[in-house]
């Protein structure tokens, strides 16, 4: 028997138990459309922009842990989704990107919004940087093969994106069934690799053996729900734990083991316990710039004094950006389970360092009066600090956050406490703007149970206004709370500290702060809002935006104050050089001498 491709891919879904799929539409894939309108179980989502379609699936992802499916079409729509598809690689989330692709038969005659400067019909090479496979179907028999195969390399090892690009032709073609036939009783799931019994008892024996030994946990423990497996083996030992930005979650902020974020934004206090482990086990993590402050030496990790076991789902990570001891290839859940079981063989009774715990207890308690003040007053514009602690003190603990970029991110990773798994969702590697204001939409879609905010500053949400209109087409119950200072703030405040002038980074209109009012635009997508005029009523306006049952923004007055930072970004050192500083490495002195104050 014979049906139409389009037809047999919803049935595809369908049986995927997918429940939504992310798109604008275009001429190439409204034969797509026409199977979608037809489906019972599919929901089609339009959106006004690419780039908030593939961001608000790249939400829902981080939240079911499947691959999200993306609908676009070609030449412009590919490109506008790009952002949206290479945050979700760089942060390892998972999703299949189906896009419509110029008429097979009319390759390289230009046909319309073709991109064939040197291939026909290539524009889905744009894609081959950042996505883990991006497939072009050429024959109408091999789709049901590639279709199978993107979603378990999207799903498999270090999940990511992959691209499908189709002819627009194809979709209206006939195939048989039985070249589908081979999906319906395939695998849906990969086995992960587990770790050797070996290499798990040699790492259990350099942790037990160490003098200093610590634990740097990446965005993987929470990709491979590995919390539960790491809470045993780190509370047995009583071994501190340290964490990248995507880490946030994966143990509670408040846990007594937990020292907090390393890197950038990190704290001398938490820097200099990473620098002086004799010890690491890297779990999950790519020892990337911004949690190893520029790799300076001595400043977060220190390899003369360090001892490296790494292990991760990617090989390529491994070894990337220090020397190991130990590396090794794996799940971390079933590697964490080996590891705790050669642990207790090694060391039954297990260790205890209550003298440790004290000390990050008394350092916690430090950094919070530090900034006490500054997070108790009322001035207004409201300070980030306020707005942070107002939020935590309103927002329930299951409640998802969604960041963005800036105070938003950075300050939330480090002074912010998120005590569960999947509760936080930063845009790490790619750091992109808009990304708050529509992952958070994937986000409730996933989690309809529970309340939904993003906190995102006003040049962040002012890069994609329009996902107002997608939340109140579907009656997306989400809250906005922008934080708004009249600047791209992070950047203007780097700006200022090296060149003394924010040109090109505030808004401004004859020299007056400006920016549209975001409440009044919100209200004429038909969206509840309200502007926040003194400090003491945002906590109101929140828990009333949070009872509201439907979307609703809160504009937020700020103060651009930059989030402060002991840690070192080798950029200011390139605008602002030292002279103990040559080539990203500390020429004399301890690492500390080299601390500054960031203006990120």
């Known amino acids: 028997m014979e049906k139409l491709i389009s037809e047999l891919l919803v049935d595809y879904l369908e049986r995927r138990d997918t429940k939504y799929v992310f798109g604008l539409c275009g001429h190439t894939v409204i034969a797509m459309l026409d199977a979608l309108n037809k489906s019972d179980k599919l929901h089609y989502l339009s959106f006004r922009h690419e780039q908030i379609a593939a961001t608000a699936a790249d939400g829902y992802a981080r939240m079911t842990g499947r691959a999200s499916v993306v609908l676009s079409h070609l030449g412009p729509g590919l490109t506008n989704a790009t952002t949206g598809v290479a945050n979700a690689s760089a942060d390892s989330v998972p999703m299949v990107v189906i896009a419509g692709d110029v008429p097979s038969y009319y390759y390289g005659k230009h046909p319309h919004q073709e991109v064939n400067m040197h291939s026909d019909a290539s524009q889905y090479r744009i894609y081959e940087p950042f996505v883990k496979r991006a497939f072009r179907v050429d024959k109408k028999e091999l789709f049901a093969d590639i279709l199978d195969r993107a979603f378990k390399i999207a799903e498999s090892g270090r999940p990511g994106p992959v691209l499908i690009s189709v002819p627009m032709d194809m979709f209206s073609e006939k195939v048989d069934t039985l070249f589908f036939e081979r ?19 040699a790492i259990a024996k350099k942790l037990v053996e160490a003098k200093n030994p610590l634990i740097h946990i990446g965005g993987g423990i929470i990709v491979s729900e590995a919390s539960e497996a790491l809470k045993e083996l780190v509370e047995f030992l009583d071994v501190p734990i340290s964490r990248t930005l995507m880490a946030q979650g994966a143990l509670p902020d408040n846990h007594p083991l937990m020292l907090g974020m390393t890197g950038f934004w990190g704290t001398n206090f938490i820097n200099k316990k990473t620098a002086n482990a004799d010890v690491i086990l890297a779990l999950g993590t790519r020892f990337a710039e911004a949690d190893s402050s520029s790799w300076y030496k001595g400043v977060t990790f220190n390899p003369d004094k360090t001892k490296f076991i790494q292990i991760d789902i990617d090989p390529v990570e491994i070894g990337r950006n220090y020397r190991l001891d130990i590396g090794a290839v794996a799940d971390l859940k079933s590697a964490l389970e080996e590891i705790t079981t050669a642990v207790k063989a090694i060391c039954p009774q297990g260790k205890t360092n209550d003298a440790l715990k004290e000390e990050i207890k008394a350092y916690k308690e430090g950094f919070k009066k530090s900034y006490a003040d500054i997070a108790n007053d009322s001035r207004y514009p409201m300070t980030p600090q306020r707005i942070l602690k107002d939020v935590r003190e309103v927002l329930p603990e299951d409640a998802i956050i969604c960041t963005d970029v800036g105070w938003n991110k950075n300050g939330v990773g480090q002074q912010f406490e998120i005590t569960q798994p999947k509760t936080i969702m930063h845009p790490g590697g790619f750091a992109t703007m808009g990304f708050g204001s529509a992952a ?26 329009s996902v107002l209109a997608a939340a109140k087409e579907y009656n997306i119950p989400v809250v906005w709370v922008v934080m708004n200072n009249y600047a791209f703030g992070t950047i203007a405040g780097l700006e200022g500290s090296h060149y003394h002038h924010t040109f090109g980074t505030v808004f401004k209109i004859d020299n007056e702060p400006y920016n549209p009012e975001w409440s009044e635009i919100a209200k004429a997508y038909g969206i509840k ?54 080539a990203g490495v500390l020429v004399s002195g301890e690492a500390e001498k080299s601390a500054h104050v960031s203006t990120n």
């Open 183 to 201: 999906t319906h009783h395939n695998i849906s799931e990969i086995a992960k690799p587990s770790l050797n019994r070996d290499v798990a008892k």
């Open 440 to 465: 958070l939409l994937g986000a409730k879609l996933a989690k309809p149970d529970k309340q939904v905010i993003t906190l995102i500053g006003d040049g962040g949400f002012g890069t994609n206004p």
């Open 529 to 582: 809002a309200k502007k926040v005029s003194n400090a003491d009523e945002f906590k109101g306006i929140l828990e009333e935006a949070l009872d509201s049952g439907e979307p609703y923004l809160i504009d937020v007055p700020m103060e651009n104050i930059p989030v402060p930072t002991e840690g070192i970004w080798n950029i200011n050192d390139i605008y602002t050089p030292k002279d103990n500083v040559v």
